[in-house]
């Protein structure tokens, strides 16, 4: 397995948006569930929102619902996180991450739907996202 790889991240000011892309080369993402996870310092790095290996099953934290979209286009190999109105407790490291299929119905039974750190297998190294005025 290859490493994910993050970009889009910056600094915005409060009610801006950044679009994060998560990539891979030499394996299929259309394979994996891929969730997105978020870490500010000092805190536990959380589930944000996570996407079935074929698009159609989405899941989202509340804070981000209405706000954040999870998207992904197989046929280029990427998994997008579109990050609207986005707020200071939004800064933080965001990673993608690599799950088995099962991931996505965990989630929602776990009553996080962003999911759990554990339960995925492969990640990116993060981009640095900060809101600011």
């Known amino acids: 397995q290859l490493p994910l790889v993050e970009s889009g991240g910056g600094l915005v000011q409060p009610g801006g948006s950044l679009t994060l892309s998560c990539t891979a080369s030499?394996?299929?993402?259309?394979?994996?569930?891929i969730g997105w996870f978020r870490q500010a310092p000092g805190k536990e790095r959380e589930g944000v929102s996570c996407?079935?290996?074929?698009?159609?099953?989405?899941h989202s934290i509340d804070s981000v619902k209405g706000r954040f979209t999870i998207s992904r286009d197989n046929a280029k190999n990427t998994v997008y996180l579109q990050m609207n109105s986005l707020k200071p407790e939004d800064t933080g490291v965001y990673y993608c991450?690599?799950?088995?299929?099962?991931?996505?119905?965990?989630?929602?039974?776990?009553?996080?739907?962003?999911?759990?750190?554990?339960?995925?297998?492969?990640w990116g190294q993060g981009t640095q996202v900060t809101v600011s005025s």
């Open positions: 996407i079935s290996p074929r698009g159609v099953k989405t």
């Open positions: 991450a690599a799950g088995p299929e099962l991931t996505v119905e965990r989630t929602q039974m776990h009553g996080n739907p962003g999911g759990l750190p554990d339960w995925y297998d492969d």
């Open positions: 030499g394996f299929a993402l259309s394979r994996y569930v």
